[in-house]
């Protein structure tokens, strides 16, 4: 099964996780410093609160899925079908381990395919723990994912 992820930023991680726990009638699945996310059953949603100073903002979208071979196969399709992504990498963020690809709207709305392969400690791989893990930068119009593999770039995201 697949559900669309939202993830939005909040000036503050725990009112917002009090109005979305009555909003949605369920209680967070995870919690940790400046962060939360809630498995809804219905709607089917992974909501991600991400703390921020940029409160009631949109951090990104996704696709979770429930296997690595559903994210080879979206980033195959999205790429077959002319889109720049990032290529399927292995990554830490938003407190879990993942397998994901990255794609950008025109306006700049980025949108995540990803499985979460486990659970972590830390916000993210790398040292920045920043709200913008979770939004990698646009894969420039120049660079294509044949040359993002053949230069091994890699982009920093989450959730």
Not at 80 to 101: F, P, R
Not at 132 to 147: F, I, M, N, Q, Y
Request: glycine share 6%.
């Amino acid at each position: 099964m697949s559900r669309i992820q939202l993830a939005i930023n909040v000036t503050d991680v725990d009112s917002a996780v009090s109005f979305y726990e009555r909003l949605f009638g369920t209680p967070a699945a995870k919690r940790k410093d400046g962060y939360a996310n809630f498995e809804i059953a219905e709607p089917p949603l992974k909501l991600v609160l991400i703390e921020s100073a940029e409160g009631g903002t949109l951090n990104h979208l996704g696709v979770e899925t429930t296997t690595a071979a559903e994210v080879a196969a979206a980033e195959a399709r999205l790429s077959g079908a002319g889109l720049q992504t990032t290529g399927v990498d292995d990554t830490t963020c938003c407190y879990a381990t993942k397998t994901e690809t990255w794609v950008t709207d025109p306006d700049g709305a980025k949108w995540e395919w990803y499985v979460k392969t486990g659970d972590a400690e830390q916000m993210s791989a790398s040292a920045d723990d920043s709200a913008t893990c979770c939004a990698p930068a646009a894969v420039p119009e120049s660079l294509t994912e044949v040359e993002t593999a053949s230069t091994g770039a890699s982009s920093v995201s989450c959730c």
